[in-house]
């Protein structure tokens, strides 16, 4: 069985400060691993992805995670908020081989303070 | 039309009734998912299609539930006797294929609301 597990329900954090939305995995398998992000009232949209090839992941917006196998997170950062990054974030795990069925985290909303 | 594409965008009916929940899939892409999303919670993954047969139904809550895409493009979220506890945004995805790295790319969700 899978899951992922989103230590934050909420994350504040004022305009250019960084961003640290955190993640833990479990998987029976090798996992590949996701960030999507949800805006208000749009679709979901894949920020990043790993599939078992670099540990360090680049995803767009500037948005960046690193898979650590030893402590079984996958987190999500990014140097400096912008506004337009206020959304709900879920981080994601797939068992196979990155394109069958997803768990989704319960979220976390990050809230940009101007 | 490049994206993912539900409708209704919203569908509000009656507890007892059946409905039906469209997705036209991105032209091309082999497999389609349906999830759904309860308020305050991460989608959860319902069924999935590799070309027109379902190839992991696992995630239907019960047999009131049941999805088709008879011509491998167009699938059809089916929910006889609706309960209160159905009301959820219903979210469909496609990708390219199964078992390869594809992105799956969501459409906006179809909001259901069961009285």
């Known amino acids: 069985a899978q899951s992922v597990t989103q230590l934050d329900s909420h994350v504040s954090v004022s305009e250019g400060t960084p961003v640290l939305l955190r993640c833990n995995y479990s998987s029976s398998y090798s996992p590949s691993l996701f960030w999507y992000v949800q805006h208000p009232n749009k679709g979901l949209q894949l920020l990043l992805k790993?599939?078992?090839?670099?540990?360090l992941v680049k995803g767009i917006n500037g948005f960046e995670a690193e898979f650590k196998k030893s402590e079984t997170s996958f987190h999500l950062t990014k140097p400096s908020a912008h506004m337009s990054d206020a959304a709900e974030y879920f981080c994601?795990?797939?068992?196979?081989?990155?394109?069958?069925?997803?768990?989704f985290g319960t979220g976390t909303r990050l809230t940009i303070i101007p | 039309g490049a994206g993912v594409s539900q409708t209704p965008s919203n569908k509000v009916t009656e507890k007892g009734k059946y409905v039906e929940l469209r997705c036209d899939p991105i032209?091309?892409?082999?497999?389609l998912y349906w999830y759904r999303q309860s308020l305050g919670q991460g989608p959860e993954f319902l069924i999935y299609f590799q070309g027109t047969g379902a190839a992991d139904d696992s995630g239907l809550p019960n047999d009131r539930f049941f999805a088709v895409r008879p011509e491998g493009s167009v699938s059809t979220l089916k929910i006889q006797r609706t309960e209160r506890g159905d009301s959820a945004v219903y979210l469909c995805?496609?990708?390219?294929?199964?078992?390869?790295?594809?992105?799956?790319?969501f459409g906006p969700g179809t909001r259901l609301t069961v009285l």
């Open positions: 032209s091309g892409h082999t497999a």
């Open positions: 995805a496609s990708s390219l294929m199964v078992g390869g790295r594809d992105e799956q790319f």
């Open positions: 790993y599939t078992s090839a670099a540990t």
């Open positions: 994601v795990v797939s068992d196979r081989n990155g394109n069958e069925k997803l768990t």
